[in-house]
């Protein structure tokens, strides 16, 4: 099996950290993206000529060059990117204001996005490499209270499933990875974030508050398994664009598939009566 290298963003805990765990254990070679790299020293220390620790903060789109530069210097290849860092804030739309919305964006949206417009060429240049953006149940559905992190979820999905058929014909993958609950930190109170309550949405919002906040622990999805499929895909000859990830992902993502198709087709008769009459049916290239 071809030795691969991986860029893997906030592998200093979580599913990056399993991600490269498990990536290094295939025989490949990571780049951990960290904000400190004495975070994964223990990662460094056990395999020092397979594991480079990189200081970056994913949100700082001007260093998504320096940090693939790096990688190409010190393995010759960039095979896999996984867009992995991220957290969440809870909150109703009316709690939370521009300056946290702004930087959930920066970090699921524009940072993902800088890193892959720097991976691209040398991916182009081998015509191969997978593209691994690590969304979440909540990019393909929301509920009260979690608006801020769906938002930009859900524009990490449609951005990366443009992306995947544009780089498809220079043999580069895109699988946007939709984990339910993991016991990953995403739950502790050092990474989730709470916006101040209000009266408004005191009582509307509790049990959403009070669910998220007691998490943690709980969670079945195990990070360790996730991470050993992700990298047993990638290593494989086929990715699924999407890939719901838990069990409870699969119920709930499934749920919104038929609830979403059963109001199309209730509407589908009063939808159709806005077209003009007598026109043909659009025909597009994809």
Partial sequence: MTTQTWIITGASRGFGRELARAALAAGDHVVAAVREP??????????????????????????????????LERFGRLDVLVNNAGRAVVGAVEEVGDAQLRELMDLHLFGPAALVRAALPAMRERRAGTIVQMSSQGGRMSFPGVSTYSASKFALEGWSESLAGEVAPFGIRVMLVEPSRFRTGFH????????????????????????????????????????????????????????????????????????????????????????????APSVRPV
């Avoid at 903060?57 to 530069?69: N, S, Y």
């Avoid at 398994?225 to 494989?236: D, K, N, Q, Y």
């Avoid at 589908?268 to 026109?279: K, L, N, Q, S, Y």
Wanted: no cysteine; hydrophobic share 45%.
């Fill in 188 to 279: 502790t109170p050092d990474v989730l974030e709470f916006a101040e309550v209000s009266e408004t949405y005191r009582d509307v919002l509790a049990a959403v508050r009070a669910d998220m906040a007691g998490a943690d622990g709980r969670q079945e999805g195990d990070p360790e398994r996730a991470a050993e499929i992700i990298v047993s895909l990638v290593h494989g000859d086929e990715v699924p664009l999407r890939l719901p990830l838990g069990s409870e992902a699969v119920e709930r993502i499934s749920g919104v598939y038929r609830r979403g198709l059963a109001e199309v087709e209730r509407w589908a008769g009063t939808a159709r009566a806005a077209d003009f009459e007598g026109v």
């Fill in 38 to 71: 004495e975070s994964v020293r223990d990662l460094a220390d056990a395999h020092p000529g397979a594991f480079v620790a990189a200081k970056h903060d994913v949100r700082d789109i001007a260093a998504a060059p320096v940090l693939v530069a790096a990688a």
